[in-house]
Nanobody
């Protein structure tokens, strides 16, 4: 079973930046599609970003496009989420997720949480106004 551990969350002022990291256990990280989701209090978990393993194509929610960047370092078994121009609406617990099948899906595939088999414990991001 793959274990995912997020780090890098914290408190930041609006307009600031944070970089989240997610370290994965196991030897086949390069075979996984990876994603980030978030959940704000009282709201459902929502898709943020994903990176397809086969060609490193990235996908973003409209709400973060142009501000957030997902990337991966297969040598370090780590996926990142660089978050710039943060807004109070970005406040949430951010979760890293792995699609262990590495399916070559499209945008709709990566946007649903059911496509992912393993989840991290989450890291809190709080953006103050």
């Amino acid at each position: 079973q793959v274990q995912l551990v997020e780090s890098g969350g914290g408190l930041v002022q609006a307009g600031g930046s944070l970089r989240l990291s997610c370290a994965a256990s196991g030897r086949t990280f390069s075979a996984y599609n990876m994603g980030w989701f978030r959940q704000a209090p009282g709201k459902e978990r929502e898709f943020v970003a994903a990176i397809r393993r086969i060609d490193v194509t990235t996908f973003y929610a409209d709400s973060v496009k142009g501000r957030f960047t997902i990337s991966r370092d297969n040598a370090k078994n780590t996926v990142y989420l660089q978050m710039n121009s943060l807004k109070p609406d970005d406040t949430a617990v951010y979760y890293c997720a792995a699609d262990l099948q590495g399916y070559r899906g499209g945008s709709s595939y990566f946007r649903t949480s059911r496509s992912y088999d393993a989840w991290g414990q989450g890291t809190q991001v709080t953006v103050s106004s």
